[in-house]
């Protein structure tokens, strides 16, 4: 019998309905874990026991009185960078170290609504700028199949703590891969939903065009459940789009027998790692015998996606980060000669390099004289890409693609070169760019022991034609259900 | 080098941050790398291109004008670094 | 050689919405500071902005009454720079599509009517207040304002005087005010204006470098600091030097204009479409919703007062400035049709009794029902022109009817013959040494026999009368 904190969400959701397991129960042996594996794995900036046996006791209460819904009482772990009013939110900075929200994300509202039990924030990259957690103001996560690697980032806490069993699901948020691919690197299923799918009101912003909450699971039944909670129209957000949402259980068990997955050559003729060439392949041929058809396509602009990316997101966060000036919340320096010397200081203690790094990267592209040659260029470069993609969806039901060129890296490999961290993402940055959604699915282990994950891409709003091709994968393999060596 | 050490200085002065010696040498040399590597934007045509801002196709909705509870004074200075009185308090700005 | 000033005007409008242009905080004025904030205007992490419909409809008004065009797709964009006032450190506003473009203000000047072209109008949103302590090197940071909306209206640079440029800012504010969309109050800030002042060589087309000018606020003080300007860049120029590109404060104490010394470096505001908004979309339908509902502009009304109420071009002017003033009077001549003499009522009494007053006409204790009524009993001869004024000073202190002032004050004229010529008679008698001397020729004693009855009469002898009848009597005596 697997532990408690091993289970899906949906396998304990049935416990609860049975009345064979209490929340409170749940939740505890959850804590429980986090207390064992925690100091290990760092996967949390803020776990609040006391709150979320609160949470629990409550969650009791609504499923005694017949009230719950499907996840009620299901302990889920949120990113430090969803607005949790009364609780400390730090998007992993220090500049907001002592920031107290006092508002709820949307997502957190909804979240409360369906009596999940939130047990923390968990940890990522500085406000959502790395690839490996590792630009924490609170240390770095690590990989809890290799505590020498990194998770992935920016979720790298979310994705960390699923793996882990410190959490039974999570939320992260993705604005260049930042779910996708620390799913892949800690051997767990998550998805970006479409772009205005779920409401970013409350989501610290790093880059506003390209930043998209979704949800972490160990399967796609798991993930299904959760886009049912999260998305959906939300007035306060105006890229939030308003339209019919689906119930996406309803697809895990539709047949995908004769779908058509594309594959972009300008991806896979950049493949030169073993293990991600493998695994890939081993994918693709399950998904052959499923009688899914494979064509290869040509998507010419998305070699550009990394430049343009590293453009528009900088500019973006630029002006987004500027609200953090030592004077209506957050850290503030001391010892100043004047109200612009305050800022300087102020902000140069706060942020951490890689988000000064971006800072100056975004300024720059914006400045007067460069608007034109650098963001005006990849914001129709951006224009590109996602013609590519509509026209690729004419011809697949979904793009097929590896997440990451190679399986987890270690700790501090990239860390002091920018370019190297950023070219991780060069399978994930076309998405967001196109404001697509995309799900990233296990698909086996190294030669090192370490996950190796692959992406599936639809058009916009199919979330559920993902969900559907996730969950037809996971009936056949058995990736997902591997649990690290802790 | 396609970015200038000035380029640096002006560019930090903007973007309000404090760059030590060392640390304005070293952004130089890393966003000089990135600069280049954007450099392959160059051989896209973008003749008659539209840039796009975003990725939803849609209007920006309106909301009616309704006033709606403001925060409690101390709520919204709950998080300041420094107040006086209900104002946040900062170093004199001189115009 | 002889320099031309060229003047442009960048005007912001408050709009006076109930709510914030993209939350749903309150714009009252007078709160304790930060008492009107929420985690938008206070520009907290994770907050996202939301269009006010009325901010835009009321922006699209004014943009009609300029004659502007509507442009159906419009932008929001970011303007960045940093300021304790400003919580985002950016601005919402408008840079490469505003909500219009083009359009034109008719001014009246010295040489007739001019129209002044705009080059556009856009929403963007207000800062908040910084108050700076006098004795410590503090200032404080009020965000109440934040985030109010507000309408940037730009004029080409075609102004050629500060007088013109006052012209087209009465014109502007008077708009606003009678579109009910800004208080238009100066002073507080709802109706701002900085100048963008250059001089060239008099007949010349091309333009000079110009400065900026800031913090002018009345209308005077436009046109102080846009002559001192002027003045300045003419000695500057005559002494062969060159004008700075820069921005300059108005000091209204001493007059003069000085140079910002500003650390802050040459402003870059990195204007780029703000991510958080879509783009803004004018339904043609809601234009012309709108424009079906716009009321007669002043200009119009100044002149359909001169053409069809013979009106003269000032007095219609002061009339139609002030939309509630505008009413009153022709609320007035409705009852009393006689546009003249209300007209001549309103534009000195009436007027010289609202000057101290902060509200105009619109606290005007005296209705135009209780005005028309004054003017019918001057006009029927039950109170003379003189009485009236007593009256109506009454009327304004206590706002009762002239009615029934007349009547608690027993003001009602003598217009009697028979008692009036008794009274004539009396005074007459009494004073044979004066009517022999004006019977010998001093016709001008005739004033101290009218000031004789008015006394016995306590002025309330109808003065035509007795003037017929002191003649007629003195006549006959001689």
Not at chain 1, 343 to 362: D, N, S
Not at chain 1, 462 to 479: I, P, S
Request: overall charge negative.
């Amino acid at each position: 019998m697997s532990e408690l904190y091993e289970l899906t969400a949906w396998e304990l959701a049935g416990l609860l309905k049975e009345k064979k397991v209490g929340s409170v129960e749940i939740t505890n042996a959850v804590l429980k874990r986090i207390e064992e594996v925690e100091d290990r794995v760092n996967a949390y900036v803020t776990v609040t026991p006391d709150s979320a046996l609160e949470q629990a006791r409550e969650a009791d209460r609504r499923l005694a009185a017949g009230e719950a819904g499907p996840l009620t009482g299901i302990p889920i772990a949120v990113k430090d960078n969803m607005c949790f009013k009364g609780r400390k939110t730090t998007c992993g900075s220090r500049i907001l170290a002592n920031f107290v929200p006092p508002y709820d994300a949307a997502v957190v509202e909804l979240l409360r609504k369906e009596g999940m039990v939130i047990l923390g924030s968990a940890n990522m990259d500085e406000f959502a700028m790395g690839s490996s957690t590792e630009t924490s103001h609170w240390g770095p996560t690590h990989n809890p199949w290799n505590l020498e690697a990194t998770p992935g980032g920016s979720s790298g806490g979310s994705a960390a703590a699923v793996a882990a069993c410190e959490a039974i699901v999570a939320l992260g948020s993705d604005t260049g891969g930042s779910i996708r691919l620390p799913a892949s690197y800690c051997g767990v299923t998550g998805m970006k939903p479409t772009y205005g799918a779920v409401s970013r009101y409350g989501l610290v912003a790093y880059a506003s065009s390209l930043d998209q909450i979704g949800p972490f699971g160990r399967d796609a039944k798991d993930l299904a459940l959760l886009l049912n909670v999260i998305c959906g129209h939300d007035p306060r957000d105006s890229t939030s789009v308003p339209r019919e949402v689906p119930d996406f259980t309803t697809f895990l068990d539709k047949p995908v027998k004769g779908m058509t997955l594309g594959m972009p050559k300008e991806f896979f003729s950049k493949l030169d790692n073993p293990d991600v060439e493998r695994c890939i392949g081993e994918a693709k041929s399950v998904m052959e015998s499923m009688g899914i058809s494979f064509v290869e396509l040509s998507l010419p602009h998305l070699d550009y996606g990394i430049a343009a990316y590293y453009i528009i997101a900088p500019s973006e966060a630029s002006s987004n980060l500027a609200r953090y000036d030592g004077v209506k919340y957050g850290h503030r320096a001391e010892g100043f000669t004047s109200m612009i010397d305050m800022y300087c200081k102020t902000r140069a203690e706060g942020f951490g390099p890689e988000v000064k790094r971006r800072i100056m990267l975004g300024t720059y592209a914006l400045s007067s004289g460069y608007y034109d040659a650098y963001y005006l260029k990849a914001a129709k470069v951006r224009s590109l890409i996602t013609q590519d993609f509509r026209k690729a969806f004419e011809t697949c039901d979904a793009v097929f693609c590896p997440t990451s060129p190679t399986p987890p890296f270690k700790i501090g490999e990239k860390i002091d070169d920018p370019i190297q961290m950023y070219l991780t993402d060069v399978f994930t940055i076309p998405v967001n760019m196109a404001g697509l959604p995309g799900i990233a699915l296990p698909g086996g282990l190294s030669a090192d022991g370490l996950p190796v994950g692959f992406q599936l891409i639809a058009p916009h709003f199919e979330e559920a034609r993902l969900v559907q091709l996730a969950a037809a994968f996971q009936r056949e393999t058995d990736h997902h259900l591997k649990r690290p060596p802790l | 080098m396609k970015i200038t050490s000035e380029e640096v200085d002006y560019v930090a002065v903007l973007g309000r941050l404090t760059l030590e010696p060392e640390e304005k040498i070293k952004y130089q040399s890393q966003l000089d790398d990135i600069l280049k590597y954007m450099e392959m934007l160059s051989e896209v045509d973008t003749d008659d291109v539209e840039p796009m801002a975003g990725p939803v196709e849609l209007y920006t909705p309106l909301r009616e004008d309704e006033v709606k509870p403001s925060l409690q004074v101390d709520e919204a200075l709950a998080n300041a670094p420094e107040r006086e009185g209900s104002s946040f308090k900062v170093p004199k700005v001189i115009e | 050689m002889e320099y031309e000033p060229v003047i442009g005007l960048e005007v912001h409008a408050q709009l006076l919405t109930d709510s914030k242009a993209f939350c749903s905080c309150t714009t009252r004025f007078g709160a304790e500071p930060n008492a009107n904030t929420c985690p938008i205007c206070l520009g907290m992490p994770g907050v996202l902005p939301v269009l006010n419909r009325k901010a835009l409809e009321f922006t699209v008004r004014m943009a009609l009454a300029c004659n502007c065009t509507i442009n159906e797709m419009s932008r929001f964009a970011r303007k960045n720079y940093y300021y304790p006032d400003l919580p985002k450190n950016y601005q919402i506003s408008q840079y490469e599509l505003p909500v219009a473009t083009g359009g034109w203000v008719e001014i009246e000047t010295s040489d007739g009517p001019k129209r002044i072209a705009l080059t556009r109008i856009h929403m963007e949103e207000d800062a908040g207040k910084l108050i700076h302590d006098d004795q410590r090197p503090v200032s404080y940071v009020d965000l109440n304002r934040t985030g109010v909306p507000l309408i940037e209206i730009v004029s080409e640079p075609e102004i050629t005087s500060p007088e013109e440029a006052a012209a087209y800012l009465r014109a502007l504010r008077s708009m606003l005010v009678y579109l009910r969309i800004c208080d238009g109050n100066m002073e507080e800030g709802s109706f701002r204006c900085d100048a963008n002042v250059s001089l060239r060589p008099k007949g010349s087309t091309g333009l000079g470098v110009k400065t900026e000018l800031k913090n002018m606020n009345s209308f005077r003080f436009v046109q102080k600091g846009l002559q001192y300007e002027i003045d300045r860049q003419n000695t500057a120029l005559e002494n062969g030097e060159r004008i700075v590109q820069e921005t300059r404060l108005f000091n209204s104490s001493t007059g003069v204009t000085a140079s910002m010394r500003s650390k802050e470096q040459a402003h870059d505001y990195r204007y780029f479409p703000d991510p958080d908004l879509l783009p803004l979309r004018v339904a043609p339908e809601l234009v012309e919703q709108i424009r079906g509902e716009l009321p007669e502009l002043p200009a119009e009304k100044r002149e359909r007062f001169v053409r069809d109420l013979g009106i003269p071009g000032y007095d219609a002017g002061v009339l139609t400035a002030d939309r509630d003033l505008a009413a009153y009077f022709e609320g007035t001549v409705e009852l009393f049709p006689n546009p003249k003499a209300v007209s001549n009522w309103i534009m000195t009494e009436m007027m010289r009794k609202l000057k101290g007053e902060e509200n105009g006409i619109a606290e005007c204790p005296v209705s135009p029902q209780q005005l028309a009524d004054l003017l019918k009993l001057i006009d029927d001869g039950t109170i003379s022109g003189k009485m009236a004024k007593t009256v109506f000073e009454e009327m304004f202190a206590t706002g009762q009817g002239p009615d029934v002032i007349i009547k608690e004050k027993g003001l009602v004229q003598v217009s009697d013959a028979g008692e009036l010529l008794s009274i004539v008679n009396e005074i007459l008698d009494k004073n044979p040494g004066e009517v022999s001397k004006y019977l010998g020729g001093k016709t001008q004693l005739m004033g101290f026999f009218v000031g004789q009855i008015m006394k016995a009469t306590k002025g309330k002898a109808n003065p035509a009368m007795v003037n017929q009848l002191l003649a007629e009597e003195l006549k006959k005596r001689g």
